[in-house]
């Protein structure tokens, strides 16, 4: 610990608003409590509730850092009491609370994760918060199995690149909407068996045509909005309709009987309030079930630009711009 230096720089957000409150500023350096390490962070990745928090509607759960930044990878620097799995000096990457765009930022024992076989740190950067939301809301929560029909939405988002391939190396068959023909080019080489381009097609009639008219089992939607009725009417019988966000507006307007007569379930999850005990669980599922996906380069990690961490606000730029295919990593 004694070298650790008292200071470092990290990326503040000065007051709630644009891209531009995001600033560098000297910080005190953490130090690990019992059950933690801090990790030297290599790169850090950039989500959209680091954007949401940005502007002031997502606040960090009480007791952890004001700092943005949910996942990183880095090396361990130092290990706080009772830490048994890591030492100083190996390399790992984790879900953290906030921090992550920083210099140093603190990850508890059971959460952090060694770096999938063949990725390097800004791809591992990339890893932990779309993995984790995609693990718990498709699999544990949607119940995903072979053979049955998925659908998410925002398929070139981080979070859309990384269900597509989950979905498919656990044998599901998958519908992906995305906003360009581009895109939805992405999708489909990513192993989408149908992309929709939302802005030119209906994706209810497209799911209902892909599927035979039966109807998709399980929908990944971080939209809401008018697409939760859609999402209803899309779905098969006994289906189940996960929500991670609501870009399109958190009130909706649904017909509940049909949620009747098909049998469906509406559930979703936000990750970063869930215990510690939770993501520890998660972590341990995905290092059992996808961390060989990744070593084997079944599942890879779909990259869309890097950023120096000064250059924090171009990162939030480009997520913003909804120009991008996969995940914003910036370079510490």
Same mark, same amino acid.
């Given at each position: 610990? @004694?070298?650790?230096?008292?200071?470092?720089?990290?990326?503040?957000?000065?007051?709630?608003?644009?891209?531009?409150?995001?600033?560098?500023?000297?910080?005190?350096?953490?130090?690990?409590?019992?059950? /933690?390490?801090?990790?030297?962070?290599?790169?850090?990745?950039?989500?959209?509730?680091?954007?949401? /928090?940005?502007?002031?509607?997502?606040?960090?759960?009480?007791?952890?850092?004001?700092?943005?930044?949910?996942?990183?990878?880095?090396?361990?620097?130092?290990?706080?009491?009772?830490?048994?799995?890591?030492?100083?000096?190996?390399?790992?990457?984790?879900?953290?609370?906030? =921090?992550?765009? @920083?210099?140093?930022?603190?990850?508890?024992?059971?959460?952090?994760?060694?770096?999938?076989?063949?990725?390097?740190?800004?791809?591992?950067?990339?890893?932990?918060?779309?993995?984790?939301?995609?693990?718990?809301?498709?699999?544990?929560?949607?119940?995903?199995?072979? =053979?049955?029909?998925?659908?998410?939405?925002?398929?070139?988002?981080?979070?859309?690149?990384?269900?597509? /391939?989950?979905?498919?190396?656990? =044998?599901?068959?998958?519908?992906?909407?995305?906003?360009?023909?581009?895109?939805?080019?992405?999708?489909?080489?990513? =192993?989408?068996?149908?992309?929709?381009?939302?802005?030119?097609?209906?994706?209810?009639? @497209?799911?209902?045509?892909?599927?035979?008219?039966?109807?998709?089992?399980?929908?990944?939607?971080?939209?809401?909005?008018?697409?939760?009725?859609?999402?209803?009417?899309?779905?098969?019988?006994?289906?189940?309709?996960? /929500?991670?966000?609501?870009?399109?507006?958190?009130?909706?307007?649904?017909?509940?009987?049909?949620?009747?007569?098909?049998?469906?379930?509406?559930?979703?999850?936000?990750?970063r309030p869930r215990t510690r005990e939770a993501k520890a669980g998660f972590a341990r599922a995905l290092e059992a079930k996808v961390w060989p996906l990744?070593?084997?380069?079944?599942?890879?990690?779909?990259?869309?630009?890097?950023?120096?961490?000064?250059?924090?606000?171009?990162?939030?730029?480009r997520l913003e711009s909804s120009q991008h295919v996969g995940k914003a990593v910036l370079v510490v």
């Amino acid at each position: 610990m @004694a070298s650790l230096p008292d200071t470092m720089t990290a990326i503040e957000i000065s007051t709630p608003g644009g891209p531009d409150v995001l600033k560098p500023k000297a910080w005190p350096t953490p130090r690990p409590g019992p059950g /933690q390490v801090l990790v030297k962070v290599a790169a850090a990745g950039v989500n959209r509730p680091d954007i949401a /928090q940005r502007a002031g509607s997502y606040p960090p759960p009480p007791g952890h850092s004001p700092l943005p930044g949910l996942e990183i990878a880095g090396e361990v620097a130092a290990v706080g009491d009772g830490v048994t799995r890591w030492k100083v000096g190996d390399k790992v990457c984790s879900l953290v609370n906030g =921090g992550g765009y @920083a210099e140093y930022c603190l990850a508890e024992e059971t959460v952090a994760l060694p770096i999938p076989a063949g990725l390097d740190m800004v791809q591992a950067a990339a890893v932990p918060e779309t993995f984790f939301t995609v693990w718990n809301n498709v699999f544990e929560r949607g119940r995903l199995s072979a =053979g049955e029909w998925f659908l998410v939405h925002g398929g070139s988002s981080g979070i859309g690149t990384t269900a597509i /391939q989950l979905a498919k190396a656990f =044998g599901a068959k998958v519908i992906a909407t995305a906003g360009s023909a581009d895109k939805c080019k992405a999708c489909l080489d990513l =192993g989408a068996d149908r992309a929709v381009n939302y802005k030119t097609e209906d994706f209810v009639a @497209a799911a209902k045509e892909a599927t035979g008219g039966k109807g998709v089992d399980v929908t990944l939607d971080m939209v809401a909005g008018d697409y939760t009725e859609r999402n209803i009417i899309a779905a098969a019988e006994e289906g189940r309709i996960v /929500q991670i966000a609501v870009l399109g507006g958190a009130e909706v307007k649904i017909n509940i009987s049909r949620v009747m007569v098909k049998r469906l379930t509406i559930t979703g999850s936000t990750l970063r309030p869930r215990t510690r005990e939770a993501k520890a669980g998660f972590a341990r599922a995905l290092e059992a079930k996808v961390w060989p996906l990744l070593a084997s380069g079944k599942v890879k990690v779909v990259m869309d630009s890097t950023f120096p961490l000064a250059k924090a606000a171009d990162a939030h730029r480009r997520l913003e711009s909804s120009q991008h295919v996969g995940k914003a990593v910036l370079v510490v």
